[in-house]
């Protein structure tokens, strides 16, 4: 169960250089949210963040520059930037339901990340996000950046709000029913 392509050993490569810049992205978006609270310097640090997502994972593949390093350092920026994007969204909100929610996805996500990394340790295996994953992970970043966004920009939006705790509430709820799946299904795969 090996990736189709062994990784090469090049450090020096544009998707390792953009999952660099955005696992700091992330980390200066975290200590903004702490230094200044949600203003919108630190939430257009996540969104474009997640944006060079996309583009270091379509440069790897496109470049054929899956290296090592990559492996490791494209779901730690990953895993860092979903971390920041929704503990501030639960710290800036203050609500139990929502600190629950957040709670069990970033138990999901490093919970993975974990197996992963183990398994490439211990077994020297790879096993590539599947396509659920990457559906996962876009919409993770898309509302976890949207709500951020709409916080910053309107304050005094709060759960207590029919409209948005809706929305927040239907949100949350698929991205942990995908980030879910996706687990399983991971682990299915381990096993087949």
Not at 181 to 192: D, F, G, I, K
Request: proline share 4%; glycine share 6%.
């Amino acid at each position: 169960m090996e990736s189709a392509r062994a990784p090469d050993r090049r450090i020096r490569t544009w998707p390792n250089a953009l999952s660099a810049v955005r696992l700091a992205m992330a980390l200066t978006a975290a200590l903004l949210f702490l230094a200044f609270g949600l203003v919108l310097a630190p939430v257009l640090l996540c969104v474009t963040a997640s944006l060079l997502d996309v583009l270091d994972g379509w440069l790897a593949r496109r470049l054929q520059q899956i290296s090592r390093l990559g492996e490791h350092l494209d779901p730690l920026a990953d895993k860092v930037l979903i971390t920041v994007v929704f503990s501030a969204l639960a710290f800036f909100l203050g609500e139990p339901w929502v600190w629950v929610l957040v709670a069990l996805l970033l138990l999901r996500e490093w919970g993975i990340t974990w197996l992963r990394e183990a398994l490439k340790r211990r077994r020297d295996l790879t096993l590539p996000a599947g396509r659920i994953g990457k559906w996962k992970m876009l919409t993770q970043s898309l509302f976890g950046n949207f709500f951020l966004l709409w916080m910053s920009r309107a304050p005094d939006a709060r759960p207590g709000e029919a409209g948005f705790a809706l929305s927040l509430g239907a949100a949350l709820g698929l991205i942990l029913v995908l980030s879910y799946t996706s687990a399983v299904r991971y682990l299915l795969r381990l096993q087949s």
